[in-house]
């Protein structure tokens, strides 16, 4: 069983990314245009040839990520981050190579970035193929569609694909506010989203981590136990976010020095992330590791709905109303964000303490 869900994962997994590929790079010029028809035109320009070479890359990454995914369900995590660290170390090699040793710009970027994604595809079917032994996997199962299988797994998988559609989607209206306050401002929540992912590295990874665990607890049956880990997990990520932020917020200038952004607007990117880092300690870890631990119990659809109205009737509307309408700006729409994660946690939290997030049937 194991063989067959990976390879129906790997095989699934990359068609739909081919799909999704295809409908990007078609309606390109109608989306950006929707989108960001406000922005500059080497911004747009830019965007549009980020945006072909990021849909082309789709597969790459698709097949690297449900590879990396399959291991980590059978508790293969070394595998899994070497096969992340050999597509993530050649794109920062070749990201150097293009944009600073070739002044590429986008061009370059986009080059490296389908290279390192199919080079770490690659690696990661022959290592499924040649190497691994846990899932004792079956190439031919590969070109074999089990839809018994594929039904259980996009009983998981559909809800959250609609998640991030939704999620993302509204992360794009949220782009669409930041274009219209200026520039300045599309460059400060650039720079403030790259340096907030920096606090959110262990609470990605405990996020990760514990779909293994409280799968592996709930396929055994022993809910205290998948309840014992939740709640450390919980705990143990908030404090990882006390840790980062006393090594990267003094570390503020060397880091943010590396962009380098517009005198005029490191004061706010500072300010950005100190509310931000205030706010994760407390909301992060509810509102991201209750749901990928709900979700390695099969409580996909629940997590999926929570996730998209909190996300539109939150960071959404309530980002339009402080960003735009009151005079707070990119402030204001960083602060509806940890607004919206305050109300995810305490849904998810809600749930965490009932019983219906481990009465699924998955897998029979």
Known sequence: MVSKASAGSVSSVVLLAFAISMIVVVFRGPALTLLFGGAEADVLSNARIYLIGCSISYCGIAAEEAVCGALRGVGETKSSLALSL????????????????LHMGVLGMVIALNIARYL??????IYLVKLNTSLHFNTKDLFHFDFKMLKRILFIGIPFAAEQMFFNGGKILTQTFIVHIGTLAIATNAICGSLAGLFQIPGNS???????????CVGRGDIPDARKFIKSFIWLSSFCFIITGMIVLPLFNPLVSLFPPPQQIVSTIFIILLINEAAQIPLWSASFITPAALRAAGDSKYTSIVSMLSMWMFRVVLGYILGVILPFGIVGVWLAMDCE?????????????????YQHRVID
């Open 341 to 357: 994660w305050g109300v995810r946690g305490l849904v998810f939290l809600l749930r965490y303490r009932g019983k219906k997030w």
């Open 120 to 125: 770490g595809a690659a690696c990661a079917i």
């Open 86 to 101: 050999i597509m993530n170390l050649s794109y920062v090699l070749l990201n150097g190579l293009f944009i600073n040793v």
């Open 206 to 216: 405990l996020a990760l981590a514990v779909i293994t665990v409280v799968g592996q």
